[in-house]
């Protein structure tokens, strides 16, 4: 499955990434970014990260010839998700994914070029696109064991027992019921998922993608942070919005909470103030 010898032949062309994309990208780049490799290193991420939905001139895009294949994969993995349920779907790990699409004709088996951007995006370093955060996860077929996990009451969510749920129940004992667990527990197939479908609506862009979401492997979701929300605001709880709230206020009253990815971080990723780092992790 891994197909080492497979990427190692590949190399650096088969990422099939360059610094420049379609006239519609290029016309929103900024021009002002500066080289992410020259002295200013990872302090040049900062401007980007600050404006994460903006396409920068340094950004890194997937080649257009791979467009068509990001999207069948995208859209492919989002029919396993209806077909298994969100919360299983946030479970799922690679093996388990493959299963399902063939043997639902309503998905269909991952053709080989699909099967190569899993790859491909899965062992990538993400340094290349700006991303500075730690790699929990080095294997794209890590599975999330089920016994290691409590589904949330009332919800679709699971986190992590021990540190994880121990935090989750502090917190939401601290702050009451306005406060509820908006993302908990993700794996490889749900963080890929992801990563795609914001690639995908912003011309490949994959720099821009990882300053909102980390790429497949990156994401702490996969080994137990969880993210926390304002009941009933939806969306609003993914934006800046969520740092103005007076449940926000109380999470940092509170001490015991850190975010993973605070205001100015210097991993290249944008400010995140709903998400929640749990100790040892």
Known sequence: MHRREFLRNLGAAALLLHGTT???????????STDPQGDGGVRDQLPQAGSPDRHHATDIFLEAAQ???????????????????????????????????RNFSQIGELAPDELALLEQLFYADA???GFYGEKPLHSLTAAIDGRALLRQPGSSQYLFKGEAQRLYLQI????????????GVRGVVKQMHLFLTKAAAFDGNLSLASRSL?????SFHGVGDFDVGKRGWGARNFSAEFADTEEFRRLQELGFVTMRYPQDNRLGVRYEPWHIKVRGV
Do not use: C, I, K
């Open 127 to 129: 340094s290349g696109y």
């Open 214 to 218: 980390a790429p497949p492997g990156y």
């Open 172 to 183: 939401q004992q601290a702050l009451g019921a306005e406060l509820v667990l908006t993302s």
């Open 22 to 32: 379609a006239s519609a990208a290029a016309d929103e780049l900024d021009e002002t």
């Open 67 to 101: 467009w068509p294949v990001l999207q069948r994969l995208q859209q492919r993995l989002g029919r396993v998700q209806q077909v298994v349920g969100h919360g299983n779907f946030a479970l799922l790990g690679v093996d388990a994914m493959r299963r399902y699409a």
